[in-house]
């Protein structure tokens, strides 16, 4: 394709990036908003689609920075920051918006950011992820901060026993993969393949789930033929996870959203156990299940939260929240601990969960049951998952 041809498919993708982030209201997810986007742009290639995509998230993953600067100047530093390829397209856009050298883009993201603040001295780390003052503690604030600049990697959990099967697969398809320390079940992959079509996902070998989830479910520590309620089920991966580790082992597993359950159920179909009861409550309520009191040896909480641990993957809400949002979730966090816990066994676990960053939702509502509920903090920390390339949780572990 000669460089005319080039310079206006290059043009046509800057906008309709613009087109996507000027209509952009935030009523959709980023990644359901773009599906949207393509379905009514069918002529839409996989390489525009792949280019427009790369246009709009590293736009958001720059968070608040830079608001005195055109979009496309921002895209064109963001293209900088987010990539380390001088591909034709990278090369245009940084080359035609910004005052940055395109050859410097292999730099390291340090390196990187320093030339960026010399040029653009208005650039802040503190802008990139809102409200950094009031995040939880962990080892790197900065790296955990520069990790929104980077797309993470699509993580699987391999079913015990499963692994030879899936591996066998993973090859025959060709699909790029590398193993972790903690976990000789969890894979990590760099590209994004089609992981839910293969044989062995439909037979429920491994399951699409974060190794930041992963290795929360290391914690858990349950005992053969316990009650377990997972309250906060969502789809149902931590129950996976009991299973896993104590097959004989009665779960109770609940969650507010119907058609979360109807998929649940569905997913639990394929390992036909017997000992788990699914069902939907509203842990927001008194008296949320019909189970007698103090019958749980063993309570999840994987609490509604803000999910500012896993922005990564959904930086457009880098620019959405406000601080309001992070009190409103402390409020729904500290209720349903408290009506959870009656259903609990005295001198047994509960297990508290967040996929937050902000320590109004971690440690201060920990603080805040214990006080409340006399309750003992057994542990508490963070699952930091940006230093691999996942997200980042919280997990406390409280005695009644």
């Not at 498919?9 to 209201?25: A, H, M, P």
């Not at 009656?342 to 297990?351: A, C, D, E, H």
């Amino acid at each position: 394709m000669d460089n005319d041809k080039l310079e206006g498919r290059f043009k046509n993708r800057i906008r309709q990036g613009l087109e996507v982030i000027n209509s952009y209201d935030f009523s959709l997810s980023l990644n359901e908003f773009l599906w949207t986007y393509y379905k009514k742009n069918k002529f839409l290639g996989s390489n525009d689609r792949r280019q427009l995509s790369s246009i709009v998230y590293q736009y958001f993953r720059l968070g608040n920075n830079l608001m005195d600067s055109s979009k496309e100047e921002k895209i064109g530093v963001a293209k900088f920051l987010c990539n380390q390829d001088l591909n034709p397209f990278n090369e245009y856009l940084i080359k035609e918006f910004t005052k940055l050298d395109g050859n410097l883009i292999t730099e390291n993201t340090n390196k990187k950011i320093e030339i960026v603040k010399t040029l653009y001295p208005q650039f802040s780390l503190d802008a990139i992820f809102p409200f950094p003052e009031f995040l939880s503690k962990m080892e790197d604030k900065d790296a955990f901060v520069l990790s929104h600049l980077s797309q993470p990697k699509v993580w699987i959990r391999i079913r015990p026993g499963k692994e030879q099967m899936v591996m066998n697969e993973l090859k025959e398809l060709a699909y790029e993969f590398e193993f972790v320390d903690f976990s000789s079940l969890c894979l990590s992959f760099n590209k994004h393949y089609k992981l839910n079509d293969t044989k062995s996902y439909l037979a429920g070998f491994f399951e699409i789930q974060d190794a930041g989830s992963q290795m929360i479910g290391n914690l858990f520590q349950p005992q053969e033929n316990e009650n377990w309620w997972d309250a906060c089920a969502g789809s149902g991966g931590k129950s996976l996870m009991l299973l896993d580790a104590m097959p004989k082992l009665n779960i109770y597993m609940t969650d507010i959203r119907e058609s979360i359950i109807r998929n649940s159920i569905k997913r639990f179909e394929k390992i036909e156990n017997d000992t788990i009861k699914i069902a939907v409550a509203d842990l927001n309520q008194p008296n949320p299940i019909d189970v007698s009191p103090e019958f749980f040896d063993g309570i999840i909480i994987d609490a509604p939260c803000t999910g500012s641990g896993t922005w990564a993957s959904s930086p457009e809400m880098l620019k959405k929240v406000e601080f309001k949002d992070i009190q409103k979730h402390q409020q729904l966090q500290a209720s349903i601990i408290s009506n959870v816990l009656p259903y609990l066994k005295k001198g047994k676990t509960l297990i508290y969960i967040t996929c937050s960053v902000y320590r109004q939702e971690n440690e201060d509502v920990v603080k805040m049951v214990c006080d409340r509920f006399n309750l003992k903090l057994q542990s508490q920390q963070m699952i930091e998952g940006y230093k691999i390339g996942a997200s980042t949780f919280f997990i406390a572990r409280l005695t009644k």
